[in-house]
């Protein structure tokens, strides 16, 4: 690598940096993130070095028949205007956990470390502000914090708080992952800071978001109680479980009380008047996937408010759904067998019992998580859910460079003392 290839790889890696700590901030298109991921992604590409590690090739392969499985539906297209500007969206979001692997694979570890503390500084700044916001002490207009018709759903910069609570949730669990680590300082702090940002994901109202979060604390309490061996994990983990969930139900009681949201929080327990709609739109969905086995198009099952030619009259909110109604049986085949194939190789690495394992089971369950709520809400362009998949490539990386290590060190054990001795007294 020459000098010119080293200062664009270096580029690339600090824009991609910036990416991470922008993110709180998507309330405009395009946002601060996406246009520091693009600076990234295009001086990545002037260095002529991207790596694709042979440990995730596979999943590359799917992602990119997942590709050609756009290119093939998007014959249905009523407006290549429209659908190429999805495309370029949804190529946007997968090579998020690309340059992520590859910048892993080329700095190690500590390019890792640096990804997480980035999102965890953008999600801490997120709930700084939506507590501002819930205190009504945050600058600017209320529409910048709180959403939908009811405009007590705290949604802080972000368009949406279905978006927004998933967002939370997710930095909540890696936090929270993150303090179990038997390798990192602080833990107390970062504990606080787990719970903080999962109250912010609280105050969302997002049942889609509950629901996720509530999935991915049972998954990550599963596998840490059969797979974690360490016991001060065990102790640490179990010890939260007691005192953090009398302290976040104390805590929450007393908030939607001051806040006079009591009333509220049933309603959102309660069937809303556009459920049976959805319902109803998940059903047409179901046959026009019979109909259309290749697809109608990528980006064209939307409602008519954001596509006026659309054939449907809702958007899908189920991702699975939206999947294989615009790329067909074949584009949901290879999207999902690519998260699929990830999945099976994020757990064969929680097996391994050293110090990133807590962290590894946060992603995991996170992601199970995000998948949960997906059926309620079509996640394919969130930026979050493809930062997860970058977390969970990085972390397979990460695993299998220590496995290959410890392999060698096995295979070439070192020359007893003796030894070495003898031969530098024979030479």
């Not at 709180?24 to 946002?31: Q, R, W, Y």
């Not at 001051?258 to 049976?276: A, T």
Request: charged letters at 15%.
């Amino acid at each position: 690598m020459n000098l010119i290839q080293a200062r664009l790889q270096l580029t690339s890696y600090s824009f991609l940096l910036v990416f991470f700590i922008s993110l709180f901030v998507v309330i405009i298109e395009p946002a601060p993130s996406d246009l520091a991921f693009v600076v990234s992604f295009l001086a990545l590409l002037l260095s002529g070095r991207i790596f694709v590690s042979r440990y995730l090739k596979f999943f590359f392969y799917l992602v990119a028949a997942y590709l050609f499985a756009n290119l093939v539906s998007s014959f249905a297209w009523k407006s290549a205007t429209f659908g190429g500007r999805y495309v370029a969206i949804t190529i946007y979001m997968l090579l998020i956990p690309l340059l992520m692997a590859h910048f892993t694979d080329a700095l190690g570890e500590d390019a890792v470390e640096k990804f997480y503390k980035f999102f965890f500084i953008a999600a801490g700044v997120s709930g700084f502000i939506g507590m501002l916001a819930v205190f009504r002490v945050a600058p600017g207009p209320i529409t910048l914090y709180f959403k939908a018709d009811d405009g007590l759903r705290l949604s802080p910069l972000f368009k949406d708080p279905n978006v927004y609570g998933p967002f939370m949730g997710s930095a909540g669990l890696l936090m929270l992952g993150n303090a179990l680590r038997p390798d990192v300082g602080r833990q107390a702090l970062r504990l606080i800071s787990s719970f903080f940002l999962l109250g912010m994901m609280f105050l969302t109202f997002s049942r889609g978001a509950w629901l996720g979060t509530g999935v991915s604390i049972f998954v990550m309490s599963t596998l840490i109680l059969l797979f974690a061996r360490r016991r001060k994990t065990l102790v640490t983990f179990i010890a939260l479980s007691t005192v953090g969930s009398a302290a976040a139900i104390s805590a929450g009681v007393y908030m939607l009380e001051k806040l006079n949201l009591v009333d509220f929080l049933f309603k959102r327990f309660q069937l809303q008047s556009y459920d049976s709609h959805r319902f109803q739109n998940w059903a047409n969905a179901l046959q026009v996937v019979e109909r259309k086995p290749l697809g109608v198009g990528p980006g064209h099952y939307v409602g008519r408010t954001h596509f006026p030619d659309s054939d449907f009259g809702l958007a899908t909110h189920n991702i699975y759904l939206k999947v294989a109604v615009e790329n067909g049986w074949f584009g949901f085949a290879t999207f999902f067998g690519a998260i699929c194939v990830l999945i099976y190789l994020l757990f064969r690495s929680i097996k391994a019992q050293d110090d990133r394992q807590p962290i590894r089971i946060a992603v995991l369950a996170a992601i199970v998580g995000q998948f949960a709520s997906s059926v309620v809400v079509d996640s394919l362009h969130w930026r979050h859910l493809f930062v997860l998949f970058g977390f969970a490539c990085c972390e397979i990386i990460v695993f299998q460079k220590q496995k290959h290590i410890k392999r060698l060190s096995l295979s070439y054990p070192p020359m007893p003392a003796f030894q070495r001795s003898n031969n530098l007294s024979t030479s």
